[in-house]
């Protein structure tokens, strides 16, 4: 079993930044994806941006050029550095990795931590 745990959520006017960090309580390195979801009031969850186990990135075309994931195997660490901010970027951010575990993959979450950017 890992943990997730999200940090970094917080108050933000807009075009302002955020930084959250997603820190495992065991190695990542075997996780195939990790990615940071959002779920806005009324709303279902959605993909903001994922990474790969090589390094490959994958956004949600409306952060595209503003947020920036990234990933440290050697930390057990995924962070997602946001800027240029908008009210719309408003929700409870998620951490998730995914893994294979036989005979399946498994999903792992966080907590969750709020953003909140006011206009």
């Known amino acids: 079993q890992v943990q997730l745990v999200e940090s970094g959520g917080g108050l933000v006017q807009a075009g302002g930044s955020l930084r959250l960090s997603c820190v495992a309580s065991?190695?990542?390195?075997?996780?195939?994806?990790m990615g940071w979801y959002r779920q806005a009031p009324g709303k279902q969850r959605e993909l903001v941006a994922q990474?790969?186990?090589?390094?490959?990135?994958n956004y949600l075309y409306s952060v595209k050029g503003r947020f920036t994931i990234s990933r440290d195997n050697a930390k057990n660490t995924v962070d997602l550095q946001m800027n240029s901010l908008k009210p719309e970027d408003t929700g409870v951010y998620y951490c998730n990795g995914v893994r294979f575990e036989k005979p399946s993959f498994r999903d792992y979450w966080g907590q969750g931590t709020q953003v909140t950017v006011t206009s």
């Open positions: 065991g190695s990542i390195f075997s996780f195939n994806n």
């Open positions: 990474i790969t186990k090589d390094g490959r990135t």
